[in-house]
């Protein structure tokens, strides 16, 4: 996907691209393709590759210590499409939707739709999911440092960073809404 | 050039590309185009783009205030060659040549080639200056906030931001080096 967006990488990049399951053994619905470039202790950019309709649970990066409020982050689409969820008035016809069963946890609906050459910047601590469009996206992201580690999901099951041990061998469902 | 290396912008990014040459009046061999599509209090993304063989003079980015120890930034080569001098030992034959006349105020000569897909990372406060390989080069820059007016260019006739008042309109001579 990347190559189909005109991005080059080296091939020790290629090999560290993550795929991103969050521990939920179900990548091909949820979850993304990521390419860290640079990391420091002050900054971050990566690129990030979804699968058509592939989701991304929302989630938010909060204050982590007195001088950092929370990553900052910008999506910048660079191909295909993606639909990003922010706070917000609730938008009436959505062009995603959740997975289905795991509507309860992505609660903020107000849609911003990312072209290629499209951003938009989140402030810290904002919450947010997104997913792509039917043919799938490439997303560049420029932030502030990602602390992976400190990220809160709405769904109490996802953590961003998993122990192998707490991995799941079994595909993750959402618990459906109480009726 | 955005467009060969793949890059795609909007219409308002297209008009807002500034062509950055100093204040020199000699943009061709010294300056640069740079989109900027982020630049908040925290952190900074921009594409670069140079002509063949055109040079960014020598600089470095210094601290700015107790918390800000200066400008961190990474160049990633998206499309061309970039040849990028930092301190170090000397590069004995080196690709690229400062412009002519102002060898005097290009003083760090270790080169660092970077073809698509490569990356540096530069600390705050370390001088610097490139030049784009036979083809021209577009490069990603990914860096903590950008404080132009702050750089402080080994040649004292530059600033990166120049007042209208003070524009050059006659093409800047380095000064020779005294024999």
């Given at each position: 996907?990347?190559?189909k ?11 560290a ?37 592939q ?30 969820y ?14 289905e ?63 192998v ?5 079994r ?9």
């Open positions: 996907m990347l190559r967006a005109g991005i080059v990488i080296t091939g020790t990049e290629a090999s691209i993550e795929a991103a399951d969050l521990g939920l053994g179900n990548f091909e619905q949820v979850g993304l393709g990521v390419l860290v470039y640079v990391n420091t202790e002050r900054c971050c950019a990566k690129e990030l590759a979804l699968w058509p309709r989701s991304f649970p929302e989630h938010r990066h909060p204050p982590v210590s007195a001088t950092n409020p929370g990553k900052e982050e910008t999506f910048r689409c660079r191909w295909g499409l993606v639909y990003l922010v706070p917000g008035p609730e938008t009436p016809r959505p062009r995603a939707r959740p997975p069963g795991c509507e309860g946890t992505y609660t903020v609906r107000h849609e911003v739709v990312l072209r290629p050459g499209d951003q938009y910047t989140l402030p810290p601590d904002t919450l947010h999911w997104f997913q792509a469009g039917p043919k799938g996206a490439v997303v560049s992201e420029f932030s502030t440092t990602s602390l992976d580690e400190k990220d809160i999901f709405t769904d109490p099951e996802i953590r961003r960073i998993t122990k041990v707490g991995r799941r061998n595909p993750h469902r959402c618990r459906r809404p109480r009726p």
